[in-house]
């Protein structure tokens, strides 16, 4: 069974640094496109990065310069840096997996489509 498995949210305040991570299991994850996406209850979910299947990624305007995505296919798993955080990053963090392969921008455009998802970890960003 194919599951996609999140850690390393938490409490931090502005300014500070967190290092998510998504790890893998009953897929080959380097096969195919990864990403994360967040949401705010009460909000619409959103893109936050992407990966592809040859390392190009493609990031949301508001995380550009903070955020770094990255892989390690020899792990199975998937890492978001996140440094410099604003309270406007402050929600629920989801690794996604569409199912596709493909370079960072195409990853990026499929984040939403039907795939696996995790369970989500939560970012609290306190200012």
């Known amino acids: 069974e194919a599951q996609l498995v999140e850690s390393g949210g938490g409490s931090v305040q502005a300014g500070g640094s967190l290092r998510l991570s998504c790890e893998a299991s009953?897929?080959?994850?380097?096969?195919?496109?990864m990403g994360w996406l967040r949401q705010v209850p009460g909000k619409e979910r959103e893109g936050v990065a992407a990966?592809?299947?040859?390392?190009?990624?493609s990031y949301a305007d508001s995380v550009k310069g903070r955020f770094t995505i990255s892989r390690d296919n020899a792990k199975n798993t998937l890492y978001l840096e996140m440094n410099s955080l604003k309270s406007e990053d402050t929600a629920m963090y989801y690794c996604?997996?569409?199912?596709?392969?493909?370079?960072?921008?195409?990853?990026?455009?499929?984040?939403?489509?039907?795939?696996?998802r995790g369970q989500g970890t939560q970012v609290t960003v306190s200012s």
């Open positions: 996604a997996a569409p199912l596709r392969s493909g370079g960072g921008g195409y990853c990026y455009s499929l984040l939403f489509i039907y795939g696996y």
């Open positions: 009953g897929f080959t994850a380097s096969g195919y496109c």
């Open positions: 990966i592809g299947t040859d390392g190009s990624t």
